[in-house]
Structures are given as structure tokens and as C-alpha cells.
């Protein structure tokens, strides 16, 4: 019975084959279009997360700079100095500090590269102390080879180093795990117990050499001074009034008055991800706008083939109620062709857009290709097959109307059509 009626379905559909074929393509560059706008919108979404590196999005970087206003007496122009005091006072006044650590860069201001040799080979890269803590908050780094700092190197002020993988392969050579040997700057060697990758910047987060804060502070004699503060809330908190609460609590450590915005310099990922969702929301929304807009067009394309097949079959609608066909039949084999139709049409455009995505992804790995503002084009099959199950329905409902024509059709009326 069942192929009895695809049979019928396929003889109705195939009488037109022209006017079927330009129908179904409608409906399947719909979905198809639908699919690769979804894939470009999630290839720019990657690439823009990628951007912000290996941070953790909830992040807080807090600088020092120079005072701008004068305030309790103190004159403008005086320079900010955090401390490890600094750190302990957050850690004891602010709820909800989940990590917190220092940073420090080697160099006056922090803004010098430093020398590092390995045998014959020097290179300048960015030296930089930091607490156990700074690689909880930067979660999504990587570790080609060996490990990252931890507590002990802390604690013991050990003479290890965790090198970028540009710095890797300008001194060791692409490729070689340098794991065991030794480097040597500021007249000191360090042993590398780790290579780590962090994408932000194109890349050239890679371009450092992290060793612990305080082997950086025996080494270039910066006592508890410290360079910027990095913390992250515990979750559920809200980051921007976290981030609201630790500045009143440095402003005040510092005498900075609360108008002055250069004495101390704040980067709350937050805020840049809030901003970047809303540019994604809208791309989001103006994306399904066309999208849906192609499908529509489609579905009018239905419901269209859906009356004219009606009315090239009145004669055989009505000799098939004069057989005892009833309303409900005839309601359900116009529907049945509506739906089919609509359901190859969009399952084609769903599988040959995803390939086509899957394709464009495999050539830019393979290729290397290392482009700023996209990345990973791919789509949400559970989105994507939402989609198809919404536009079955939408075409159900196109075959609605011509469905309840032609159960209205009486057996006479429809015996007199020519």
C-alpha cells in the first residue's frame, strides 16, 4: 500500500517533470543558502573567538599607569606600583575571587624584549615572572611538550622556563621537542620544562618565555613589585560589577581618585565578549532573515505546483470520490506529494550544504590557511535538521489549501471539466 502511493506520487509529480524539477530546486537552494550562510556566520564566530587566545573569557587584566587628576593632596603625574600587597588585599576584601596572579615583563616599563641564547643560536623574545595561578586563568592554552609552572617552581624559585612555540622553533628548529635543555639570559640558565601555544594576536602570544614570578624577582631584582593583576570571578558571578569592586578597592589602596581613568587600566573580557555577542546576535538574526526568506520562496513554489496539480486533476479526483474516495483521502494524497516533494528537496540542499562546508574546512587545514576573520566554517546539524523539520511542515501547510480544494470537488462538477 505504501508503494502503491509513492508510485502514484511519483507518477503525478514526474507528468510535469520541469515544472516539479524547478519547484523542488527552489525549495533545495533555500536550504542549501540557509546552510552556508549558518556556516559562514559560525566560521566568523570562531575566528573572533580564537582572537581573544587562551584566556579565560571571564578574565580581568588590571595595569598600573600615572595618575591624571591630583587628589587628597597628592599631585597628578604620580606613577601607580602595584604589589604582591595588592594581590593579598584583593584576596582578603573582594568575595568571589576564584584565581588571581602576577605578571610581570622584563624591561623598564615592561616594554623591552630580552636576549635568550641556546648555543649558537639568540633570539629577543618577551620575558615574563608569573604565579601559579596565571595558567588556571589562561584555561585554554596548549602544550605541545612537557608541562606547564606549577606551585613547587613557585615555592623554590626554580630556574625552568615555558617557551612559546615561536620561540621553540627559532632557537631549537621546527619541530624539536626541546624538553631538558637549557637557555641562558640575563646571565642565568634555565631549563625548559615546556613548550605552550597561545593563538591570540595571530600568534604572537607565542613569542614569550614564562618563568615563576619569583625566580623573575630574584632575577631582575624587581622585589614585590608587580607589573599587572589577573583574576577571574567564581562562577555565577557577575564580571563587571566584580571588576567595579576590585578598582574601588586599588583606587583606594593607591589614593587614586574615582574620576581619574589613567591611574589604573582595566581589560575585562566581559565586556568585549558582551559587545562581540550583540555583533553575532545581529549577523545571527539578518542571516535566518535571508535564509528564511530563500525558504519562503520555496514554499510559495509548493503551493503553487500544488494548485496547479490540483486543477489538471479535478477529473481524477472527482471519478476517485465517485468511487468512495472520501474528503480525508483526497486531503492526505495532496498533502502526501506536498510533503515528499519539499522533504527530498530540503534533505539534498541539507547534505550538500553541509559537504560543501566540510570541503571548504578541509581545504583551509590543509592548506594552512591562517585567516584572521575566519576560521572552522560548520554548522549545528541539530539547527540544521530543525530547519529541514520546519520547512516539511511549512510544506504541509502550502498543500493545505489546494488539499482542501480539491475535497471540496464534487464528483459532477469535476466529470464537466475538460
Known amino acids: 500500500m ?21 519547484t523542488a530546486f527552489g525549495v533545495f537552494w533555500g536550504v542549501f543558502m540557509l546552510i552556508l550562510l549558518l556556516g559562514a556566520g559560525r566560521g566568523l564566530s570562531n575566528a573572533s573567538d580564537n582572537s581573544f587566545g587562551s584566556d579565560d573569557r571571564t578574565s580581568i587584566w588590571i595595569s598600573a599607569g600615572r595618575t591624571a587628576l591630583p587628589y587628597h593632596g597628592r ?3 604620580r606613577l601607580i606600583e602595584f604589589t604582591e600587597d595588592d594581590i593579598a588585599a584583593v584576596q582578603q576584601n573582594i568575595a568571589g575571587v576564584q584565581y588571581i596572579s602576577a605578571e610581570n615583563r622584563a624591561g623598564e616599563r615592561w616594554q623591552r624584549t630580552v636576549n635568550i641564547t641556546y648555543k649558537n643560536q639568540s633570539a629577543n623574545f618577551g620575558v615574563y615572572g608569573v604565579a601559579d595561578d596565571f595558567f588556571r586563568i589562561k584555561k585554554y592554552i596548549d602544550y605541545p611538550y612537557g608541562r606547564t609552572l606549577n606551585g613547587l617552581d613557585e615555592r623554590d624559585a626554580r630556574r625552568v622556563a615555558l617557551v612559546g612555540t615561536v620561540v621553540g622553533d627559532r632557537l631549537f628548529g621546527s619541530g624539536v621537542n626541546p624538553l631538558g635543555k637549557e637557555i641562558n639570559f640575563h646571565g642565568i640558565v634555565f631549563q625548559v620544562v ?3 601555544h597561545d593563538g591570540a594576536n595571530e600568534g604572537r602570544m607565542s613569542e614569550r618565555v614564562y618563568i615563576p614570578l619569583s625566580t623573575f624577582q630574584k632575577t631582575f631584582g624587581r622585589a614585590n613589585k608587580i607589573g599587572q593583576i589577573t583574576l577571574t570571578p567564581a562562577p555565577g558571578l557577575d564580571p563587571i560589577a566584580f571588576e567595579e569592586k576590585v578598582v574601588a578597592l586599588l583606587r583606594e589602596r593607591h589614593v587614586v581618585s574615582p ?3 589613567r591611574a589604573i587600566n582595566v581589560f575585562n ?8 555577542e550583540q555583533v553575532f546576535g545581529a549577523i545571527g538574526v539578518f542571516i535566518w532573515f535571508v535564509g528564511l526568506g530563500t525558504l519562503t520562496a520555496g514554499i510559495v513554489g509548493i503551493s503553487n505546483i500544488m494548485i496547479i496539480t490540483v486543477k489538471d486533476r479535478t477529473r481524477e479526483i472527482g471519478v476517485r470520490k465517485a468511487l468512495g474516495a472520501t474528503p480525508t483521502s483526497v ?5 502526501s506529494e506536498s510533503v515528499l516533494l519539499t522533504a527530498v528537496a530540503g534533505y539534498l540542499g541539507l547534505v550538500l550544504g553541509v559537504g560543501l562546508l566540510e570541503l571548504v574546512n578541509q581545504a583551509l587545514v590543509a592548506s594552512k590557511a591562517n585567516l584572521a576573520y575566519f576560521e572552522r566554517p560548520e554548522v549545528d546539524l541539530w539547527i540544521a535538521a530543525k530547519a529541514v523539520i520546519l520547512l516539511v511542515v511549512c510544506g504541509a501547510l502550502a498543500g493545505l489549501a489546494p488539499a482542501m480544494r480539491a475535497a471540496k470537488i464534487l464528483p459532477i462538477e469535476a466529470m464537466r471539466e475538460e
Not at 269 to 276: F, G, K, N, P, T
Open 2 to 22: 505504501f508503494f502503491d502511493g509513492l508510485q502514484e506520487i511519483y507518477y503525478s509529480l514526474s507528468r510535469n517533470k520541469l515544472r516539479t524539477f524547478l
Open 75 to 77: 599631585p597628578p603625574r
Open 331 to 335: 486531503v492526505l494524497m495532496v498533502l
Open 194 to 196: 615546556g613548550v605552550f
Open 259 to 261: 574620576d581619574d581613568t
Open 269 to 276: 573580557y566581559a565586556r568585549q565578549m558582551a559587545q562581540v
